[in-house]
């Protein structure tokens, strides 16, 4: 399954979601055949959003029916069927492929209040100048966090995200170009989970708060125990003698030419290395595959998140790169640009 | 996932599979990338053949990680990536797509001696007219069958399968034809599993006696508890409101039309439907979405052998007829022509 999907758990009311302006497009466009593409947390509402668009344009409805991660997963074969598809609940990334013409993104928008949480996190913040960091959920919360970090005498900096971001302060699961070269001593990072505050810290090497405007939690990140996971699984894919290279077929996550550069790599260093070309990391497919470890150039969060289900030591590139002992010094992040 | 890959369990050393035919169609071709698609039991021979074609003919190798189920889901993507993609264990069966023309398929025949087991069934048949059916891995061995038969004073009767299948006396887990209009009253079905024999005595309406060469089984078939999980199956359906269709994606899956009839026959009767494409049918999709029943025009056996995984009835599109009234009679198998 790869991951879990990125907004799983979040109820619908939590959202604003412009569906008007997809019924305008629909309609403008006179699609005959309108595809919709939602991530599991939202998917309920697929049904709902395919009965209004029936009534409302008398276009057909075809649902995606395959866990969607991020805007890196958009469903090309839908686009292949439907006219126009429309992706629910992530920003633009991708371009390239005539097929994204057919995509519409309407992004899902948290309706939580920032304010409160941010304001409990001036409190552990000590620096005076400070970065901020967000996902798409909350980046119109912007304002918002910067109004409550100034009023308590705090310099918020803000930057341009990696190009498959669309938003000031955006970061990614695999992207963190907007906590980097920043004049700052400290983040704060404003959204859900541990995953993103914890790239903000390995690719910033600062302290992260992360503020929790859903739970309302602010914690401090200590990246420690995922580092110790990671080089974990690098001693243990030391002596592998067959590993599997992992190539996504997900448009935004398919990075072949590194992919090719690992084999490269491994094989010059006397490993037996496979090209293996696959829409989701399941565990089944290295157990049959009957390799040693698996290098993954599809989404970072598969070997970083995901590690405990597999049977298997899944590395990131620059993972096997320092396992080859081709790459020193400080832990590498693996982001995709 | 779908339902349990085609040879799982199956171990490389049961099969024969010709490589060095697959290797000279390379040499052949003239291609720089050569992609390798083979289902879960044999994907263990997969880094040995990618090595092989290295070593044979210096074309680069992408391995299909994907699960595979049959000739009906060739890997397209891979087709896309690949000058040349070796399809190994089954028979060709799908036209019309440019892309198709890029595989070459290599059968997997088992070597497992079909004599013993034949021998055993003549004790059970009655009949002295007997139809035979098998699977592409034992259709080499039809000769051996017919003759074990007639020595046996039995006579062999043999017809041509349906459009997918490619020899006489072929059946697939959604083709029955080489089992219908036989002037028969007895069936042998030689190969392993209960699932093509069941779909034999369904299609045939008589008497299956079931060899298998592999574990030296022989039964007689007995329909009765499939034929009750699936009428309970309807039943539990009666009620649902929210009803999804399922398309697959996978290329000699992917019935839109059946899919689009069924979708206008649920709503005509009142129930709301959503037409969902997807290419593997998962537990959780069914949940997230949250209907209360579906109509899989995928793979029959997802509903027919893997029910119990799923949190919904799966219904087969015959099935759906009669839980709406609109069909009658005996049980209705579904298959793809």
Known sequence: MGRAPSTSGSSLELFD??????????????????????PEGLKR???????????????????????????????????RVADLVIHIGHSEMLEG???????????????????????????????????????????????DIVEVLEKSGIEAVVRTGGKR????????????????????????????GQFHPLGVALASGKKVVAADPVTGNVSVIDTTPMLKRRYGAIARALDAEKVAVLVSKKPGQKRADLARKMAALGEEHGKEMVLVYLDRVEPEVLINLGVNAAVCTACP??????????????????????LLGVRRGDYPLDEIE
Chains 1, 2 share one sequence.
């Not at 969060?301 to 320092?322: C, G, H, N, S, W």
């Open 301 to 322: 969060r598969i070997a970083l998140d995901d590690q405990a289900k597999y049977p298997v030591p899944i590395l990131t590139p620059p993972e096997f790169e320092i």
């Open 45 to 79: 509402m697929a049904s709902e959003v395919a009965k209004e668009i029936v009534e409302k344009t008398g276009a057909e409805v075809i649902v995606s029916g395959d866990p969607c991660y991020g805007a890196c997963d958009v469903d090309l074969d839908l686009c």
């Open 165 to 192: 971001t669309r938003y000031l302060g955006q970061v990614l699961g695999c992207n963190y170009e907007a906590a980097r070269d920043l004049d700052v001593d400290e983040y704060v990072f404003v959204g859900t």
């Open 97 to 143: 492929d005539p097929l994204l013409d057919k995509i519409v993104y309407i992004e899902a928008r948290m309706k939580a209040d920032v304010k409160e949480t941010v304001e409990k996190a001036t409190d552990i913040l000590s620096a005076r100048r400070v970065g901020v960091v967000t996902t798409v959920q909350h980046v119109h919360k912007l304002d």
């Open 17 to 38: 979601i412009d569906l008007d302006r997809a019924m305008e497009l629909i309609k403008k466009s006179g699609a005959k055949i309108v595809g919709i593409q939602v």
